[in-house]
């Protein structure tokens, strides 16, 4: 029998709603993964509520949680790790070391970094350190990264021109490290209004992907955690970086059409789980180059 993954996931908790782990772990467990998750923060509910209440893990408990895991003799048994919403960039840090202690003991073990650096139009707030922290150091150590528009042009230091732009800002990241580069929502000078494109960048090939855009009265929060989490939890599983890939844009359309039917702000995960499991909309991606 095929032996489950193990995945570490790092980031936000939020005690109502979606985002970050709250909006992760659940997808990526029925898919078939067991997730670790480790909660950076705890929070009543997502910034974008504009006010939360709650605490921010010391940065010293993720080394104490991860030696916690070695001590007991399973940390081995770690296949990826993901990071995502910190709250500061002492605790980046910190997630490197792990991510380092993890490899040394597994190294074909995984890091994918999702680079939430906010967004303070939308409310989504992240410390200035963190952004910079996720620039100067976190890249480099990444196998896969996956940024938004806003988080590739942080990356690049300005705006694309047009979609090979961001093909090539994308692809100038592979050179700080990582094998892939996932940009989950791309936005650039004549992007159709009606779709939602994505980007897969690897050395290998570049892949272009476009699904329908839906119309929500307030964007749902948590989209691009439950993006990255179930592209690593699909590569785990054994998928290509490409299936993963296509499946991981089916999944969430499913999740965001269960969610515009039940006019909910919050992502409906739990109403979504067997289009989560088994996504019927299935989306192909095309072949790009420079
Ligand atoms: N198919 C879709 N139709 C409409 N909105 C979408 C669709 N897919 C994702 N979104 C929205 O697009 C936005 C992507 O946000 P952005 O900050 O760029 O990326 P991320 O969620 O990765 O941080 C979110 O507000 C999300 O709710
Ligand atoms: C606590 C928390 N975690 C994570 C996120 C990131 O969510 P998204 O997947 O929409 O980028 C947010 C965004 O506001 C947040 O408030
Ligand atoms: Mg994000």
Redesign the pocket.
Known sequence: MKRTPHLLAIQSHVVFGHAGNSAAVFPMQRVGVNVWPLNTVQFSNHTQYGHWAGEVLAPQQIPALIEGIAAIGELGNCDAILSGYLGSADQGRAILTGVARIKAINPKALYLCDP?MG?PE?G?IVPQEVSDFLLDEAAAMADFLCP???ELDSFAGRKPQSLFDCLAMAKALLVRGPKAVLV??LDYPGKLPDG?EMLLVTNEGSWHLR????A?PR???G??DL?SGLFLARVLLGDSLLAAFEFTAAA??EV?LETQACASYELELVRAQDRIAHPRVRFEATPIGL
């Open positions: 939430v967004h939308k989504c938004n528009q806003l989950k929502h939602f699904r329908p855009l839906l929500f964007q749902p929060v989209v691009g993006t969430v359309h965001l």
